[in-house]
């Protein structure tokens, strides 16, 4: 567990990008790793987790919630419409919002709710066939249409393609993100994270750096 190199990691980027560390949430992102890795790092402290599957995480998250007060828990992966509601059950915040149909989904589960976790939309700026999100063509007219659900639209994600400079990609979410008045950045992995402090990022999601490498998917 290297949980406090990976803290100083990010207070060193924040020194150097002129930034506080508290404007920096850590999501470790503890996906399909061993429940003794993961309980280290709740016994270490800390409190911010990241799923990317609705099943997995209700299998193993109600429990470690009960015994660690105050965690909270961050949805990162693909969210189909008919989970919706079990997730938003589970998960304090959703980083894949990434068509109008899921945020119309999501918008009516709120009110029958009375709850709704942080939303981030997701923008597929490398405008990858297989990955989610609207192209940043579109980005626009979807934090629009999901403002006017009256959803809690805290910032944008991105997940750049693995074989390019991911600072171009964290570069375009910030300036999306600035010309819509949306103070939330989710951007920044293992491999990258300084790279998304230095960027505006606001929440990087780190999995296998703190968690060691995972043993599938
Ligand atoms: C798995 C995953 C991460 C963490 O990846 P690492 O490279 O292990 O840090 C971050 N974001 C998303 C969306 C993921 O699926």
């Known amino acids: 567990m290297s949980l406090p190199e990976i ?16 404007e920096v949430t850590l999501i470790a992102v503890s996906k399909v790793q061993p ?16 799923e990317n599957r609705v099943q997995e ?6 429990a470690w919630k009960a015994d660690y007060p105050g965690t909270e828990l961050h949805l990162l992966g693909p969210l189909q419409s008919n989970k919706a509601r079990p997730a938003m059950e589970l998960f304090d ?13 999501i918008a009516d589960m709120a009110q029958d709710l009375g709850r709704c976790p942080d939303l981030f939309l997701q923008i597929n700026t490398g405008e990858e066939d ?3 999100g609207v192209p940043p ?11 006017a659900m ?21 570069a375009l979410l910030a300036k999306i993100a600035a010309r819509n008045g949306l103070p939330g950045l989710s951007m920044g992995m293992s491999a990258d994270f300084e790279q998304a402090i230095a960027l505006g990022a606001t929440h990087i999601r780190v999995g296998s750096a703190i968690f060691g490498e995972r043993v599938t998917s």
Do not use: N, Y
């Not at 803290?7 to 508290?22: G, K, L, Y």
């Not at 429940?35 to 990241?50: I, K, Q, S, W």
């Not at 915040?93 to 989904?105: G, N, P, Q």
């Open 35 to 50: 429940a003794d890795r993961v309980e280290a790092v709740l016994d270490a402290g800390h409190r911010v987790f990241g």
């Open 93 to 105: 915040a959703i980083h894949s919002i990434d068509r109008v149909k899921l945020a119309t989904r």
């Open 130 to 132: 297989q990955k989610a």
């Open 57 to 62: 995480a209700q299998g193993k998250w109600p």
């Open 7 to 22: 803290t100083a990691r990010i207070s060193a980027a924040c020194a150097r990008a002129d930034r506080s560390p508290a």
């Open 150 to 170: 009256d959803l809690p639209v805290a910032g944008l994600m991105c997940i750049p393609p693995a074989q390019e400079t991911p600072s171009l990609h964290f």
């Open 137 to 147: 063509a579109q980005a626009d007219a979807f934090i629009r249409e999901a403002r």
